[in-house]
Structure formats: C-alpha cells, structure tokens
C-alpha cells in the first residue's frame, strides 16, 4: 500500500514562495505518476500539475503555469512542488496523489488511487 506524506505547507506573504514535498516511505515512487490537487474552503478539490514517472513530462493548469514547478526525486521517493509568485487565490489546502497509469494530462480527482493527508498553504499579509 502506496502511502504519500506532504509536507512544507505554511503561512507565506503574497509574492512569496514554498516549496511542498511529497514522500513516499518505504514505496517505490518510481513506479507512479504524481499530481499535485489542491482544495479551498468551500470548493471543490481541483488539480494544477502533474509528471511523469521519469520526471521528463510535466503538466500544468493555467492557473499555476509559470509560477509552480513540479519535481521528482526517485532516488529519494519524493516528489516536489515548487510554488513561486503567491497569491491569496493560492490559499488551499495541498495533496499530492498517485496513479500507475503513464498519462499525466488527467486531473480528474477520481483517476487517483493514492492521496496524502495534505498541507496547509496560506497565503496572506
């Protein structure tokens, strides 16, 4: 059984940066393809990046493109999200997740398997 551990969420001024690590103790992460969801009060849970199991291909929502990169390390079974240019809108609670399957373009919550238990990210003066 696949479990994901997030960390580095926290509070962070508008225009700051974070960067959220996503481990995978005792797994072989190697053998998934990562997203990173995330979920505000009151709205529905919704992806922004993904990446291949490789690390070579990457997906992103218009949202986050150009401001969030997505990482992985396999040798370390963790993934990263690497968060630049924070706004209030950002404000969220923060999963990462895992499918076996190879196609990163999906971000529907239920093609998913895996989820961690998430971090918080609050993005506010």
């Known amino acids: 059984q696949l479990q994901l551990v997030e960390s580095g969420g926290g509070l962070v001024q508008p225009g700051g940066s974070l960067r959220l690590s996503c481990a995978a103790p005792?797994?072989?992460?190697?053998?998934?393809?990562i997203a990173w969801f995330r979920q505000a009060p009151g709205k529905e849970r919704e992806g922004g990046s993904s990446?291949?199991?490789?690390?070579?291909?990457?997906n992103y929502v218009a949202s986050v493109k150009g401001r969030f990169t997505i990482s992985r390390d396999n040798d370390k079974n963790t993934a990263y999200l690497q968060m630049n240019t924070l706004g209030p809108e950002d404000t969220a609670i923060y999963y990462c997740?895992?499918?076996?399957?190879?196609?990163?373009?999906?971000?529907?919550?239920?093609?998913?398997?895996?989820w961690g238990q998430g971090t918080q990210v609050t993005v506010s003066s």
């Open positions: 005792g797994s072989t992460l190697a053998y998934y393809t």
């Open positions: 997740a895992a499918r076996m399957q190879w196609e990163i373009e999906t971000f529907e919550v239920t093609d998913y398997d895996w």
């Open positions: 990446i291949s199991k490789t690390g070579l291909y990457t």
